[in-house]
């Protein structure tokens, strides 16, 4: 006959698989130096399909948002104001939106309205293969493709940093 597994031994094992579960998470995150991978969806505004990799040869800010996120209410137009100080020839702002209901980001975005494209996931594929954990996260893209600044959460104190990260990027011109 066997005996009953304690409890301590079962709270042990559940912080272990918990504990492997989330390293294995954070495992998965894309960091700076790997090459991100393509994404492609339709534009939340119905103005066809955005894919990544036809910015190729720009630098490119991947930011993914929600309309629940709180500090999305503040990176949004943060954002597209960087992306009017740089030529839109070489810098590109490009966003991803993880709502479920495509309809409430676009009520969303009727109240804040930014020049930049917006996809929809609403499956939220793409957050899962690009490791997103937290609400807005961002990619700053380098011409090549290669992720050069992985950026988590944001505050307006954030722009100068953010604004040298790009400045950096476009003198690169490789």
Not at 117 to 131: H, I, K, N, T
């Amino acid at each position: 006959m066997t005996k009953p597994i304690p409890k301590t031994w079962r709270a042990l094992c559940a912080l272990g698989l918990l504990a492997a579960l989330l390293l294995a998470g954070a495992a998965g995150a894309l960091q700076q130096g790997q090459r991100a991978p393509d994404l492609k969806g339709n534009r939340l505004d119905g103005k066809g399909q955005l894919s990544l990799e036809a910015m190729r040869g720009k630098v490119v800010y991947l930011d993914f948002w929600a309309s629940w996120c709180k500090p999305c209410v503040v990176s949004l137009p943060a954002l597209d104001d960087l992306r009017k100080e740089f030529p839109a020839e070489d810098f590109a702002v490009f966003a991803v939106n993880v709502d479920r209901d495509p309809e409430v980001a676009r009520t969303f975005l009727s109240r804040r309205p930014v020049g930049y494209p917006s996809l929809a996931d609403p499956e939220g594929q793409l957050p899962v293969r690009f490791g997103v954990e937290t609400m807005p996260t961002s990619f700053l893209i380098d011409r090549n493709g290669v992720i050069r600044l992985v950026h988590r959460g944001f505050r307006k104190s954030d722009v100068p940093e953010l604004r040298a990260a790009i400045q950096e990027l476009l003198r690169d011109r490789r």
